[in-house]
């Protein structure tokens, strides 16, 4: 057994071969510094080095431009790797307008490498402002890359950015095909347009026919474009985070109806001429089940039905009181008259009761119509949404759809509202056989309907406007532009400012129509 004594000395000894080791080490580390990094070599064991040091602060110190500059120029001949006389006369240079001398001296102090992040983005300055937008670009990733959050070079790089992309977004679509001569039978339906918008400094937005689409994280897109008889112009248009624009056209040829004889445009008994078959669902509820309880609702429904089987409505479905449920009106909404429905009628949805706007998530409002069974307090999943209501276009083959709504403002978002238009024969011909939905409301926001005469104040005028008080060229037909142009005034002033119904278009160019009995 060894001796006390020598097991104590064994940690010693390693000790003592470790140190040695150590040593060794560092000073491999130090000579390989020294020879990888020259210009510190020079610096810090050299004497030139020592006196370059000494000569700079003299021309940091001085207050003299000339005389710091000479300082600076004796510094880099005295030492050539000291980094930061450079540095300042190119920022001399820079100061004076001198972009070529400048780049020549901040790319020298450049070279010879620094962390430096203010250097990288006063290079790129003058290279861009030289026109050496590849340079400029490479340096201010650099500068960026030592400091992401230096708000001038941040600037700087979007400018560059600006300057070398002056594309728009690529635009690919994959539906509809873009080969000539393209058909489309179902010609009320709805196209659906399928694409993809990318751009390498990212698409801030993307517009289907003025409409403004939504991307998916990867540039997909979709949008449901309704498809009107003759030429339609499919216009896809995006931009990009720079403000860079582009767009693609295609033209999609609709199934074309032959236009109706003008006298039979102008007689009441060939309404047919224009229209297949008229449907509308009216809908009136007092009796409101956690609601508070309303008194004319179902009479001006019961009215608007009566005045509807006047004027050429020849299918009507009433929906009243404890019949309205939300199962009810979703279920003839979206199943029973899709079904009957056929491409050259028309469908008109009328509707007497509770409306609810609330507050969108990420803003905006959002609008309901109450059936008789929602809650009061949780109407949101209950009632049906304008949402829903609205979507009843993209479902249905009528190729005029209106929308009538006698409730509180309900959030209905119009897309534009119309003036009124000549109301010639010419006219009705053209407009009789393009799509159209339009729309029109009660009241705005925050605005109560108001009530005359056993009927609500909106009701009766509606009555009134479609029997031919709306008729502002005497052609014997009211137009869903001439029903807007007369009720806004006329409900305005009747109820003394305090309702004022919206009218608009959804979709479409064409005009609901209404024949006034002669």
């Known amino acids: 057994m060894n001796h006390p004594l020598e097991q104590l000395q064994h940690p010693v000894r390693s000790l003592r071969s470790t140190h040695r080791k150590f040593r060794l080490f560092f000073k491999g580390a130090v000579l390989f510094y020294m020879l990888a990094l020259p210009s510190l070599s020079q610096l810090y064991a050299s004497s030139d080095c020592d006196k370059a040091l000494s000569v700079f602060w003299k021309g940091r110190y001085s207050g003299n431009e000339a005389q710091a500059y000479q300082h600076y120029e004796t510094a880099i001949q005295l030492c050539p790797g000291f980094i930061r006389p450079y540095e300042l006369l190119g920022d001399i240079h820079r100061k004076d307008g001198q972009t070529e001398r400048a780049i020549e001296f901040f790319t020298k102090a450049a070279d010879l490498g620094t962390t430096n992040y203010k250097l990288y983005y006063l290079l790129a300055s003058q290279l861009f402002k030289k026109g050496d937008l590849d340079e400029a670009a490479r340096n201010i990733k650099k500068s960026l890359k030592i400091k992401a959050d230096y708000p001038k070079a941040l600037k700087l790089n979007r400018q560059i950015e600006k300057a070398i992309d002056k594309e728009g977004p690529r635009i690919i679509l994959y539906e509809p095909s873009t080969r000539r ?3 489309i039978l179902e010609t009320y339906a709805n196209l659906t347009v399928r694409g993809m918008a990318t751009d390498k400094s990212g698409v801030a937005w993307i517009k ?8 998916d994280e990867n540039g997909n897109f979709l949008k449901d474009i309704p498809i009107q008889p003759g030429t339609n112009t499919i216009r896809v248009e995006a931009a990009d985070l720079l403000g860079n624009r582009s767009h693609i056209s295609i033209e999609i040829e609709g199934e074309k109806y032959a236009l109706p004889p ?3 445009v102008e007689s ?5 001429a224009l229209y297949g078959r008229s449907f509308a669902i009216v809908i009136g509820i007092n009796k409101y089940e956690k609601w508070p309880g309303l008194e004319f609702a179902v009479a001006d429904a019961n009215a608007v039905k009566n005045t509807l089987q006047k004027t050429g409505f ?3 479905t009433v929906i009243m009181d404890q019949e309205a449920t939300q199962r009810r009106i979703l279920t003839e909404l979206f199943h029973v008259l899709p079904q009957k429905v056929e491409r050259n009628d028309r469908v008109l949805f009328y509707f007497a009761g509770h409306g609810q706007t609330a507050d969108a998530p990420g803003g905006g409002k959002k609008g309901y119509i109450i ?15 304008m949402e829903q209501i ?48 339009q729309i029109i409301t009660a009241g705005g926001q925050g605005e109560q309907v108001q009530e005359k005469e056993g009927h609500g104040l909106f009701t009766t005028y509606f009555l009134t406007a479609i029997q ?11 137009t869903g532009t001439e029903l807007g142009a007369y009720l806004r005034p006329t409900v305005s002033n009747a109820s003394r400012q305090t309702q004022t119904p919206l009218f608009g278009r959804l979709e479409g160019e064409g005009e609901f129509l209404f024949f006034v009995e002669r």
């Open 181 to 183: 001569g393209m058909k």
């Open 208 to 215: 289907v026919n003025q409409i403004e689409t939504a991307l």
């Open 262 to 264: 003008l006298t039979q």
């Open 268 to 272: 009441t008994s060939h309404r047919k």
């Open 314 to 316: 020849d299918d009507i």
């Open 371 to 385: 059936p008789v069974d929602a809650e009061a307090d949780s109407y949101a999943s209950s009632a049906v949404s």
């Open 390 to 437: 609205r979507s009843l276009s993209s479902r249905i083959a009528a190729k005029h759809i209106f929308y009538v709504m006698d409730c509180c403002y309900s959030g209905l978002g119009l897309n534009r509202s119309a003036g009124v238009l000549p109301g010639i024969s010419d006219y009705l011909r053209k407009v009789s056989a393009m799509r159209v939905v």
């Open 468 to 478: 031919g008080e709306a008729d502002l060229n005497k052609d014997k037909v009211v």
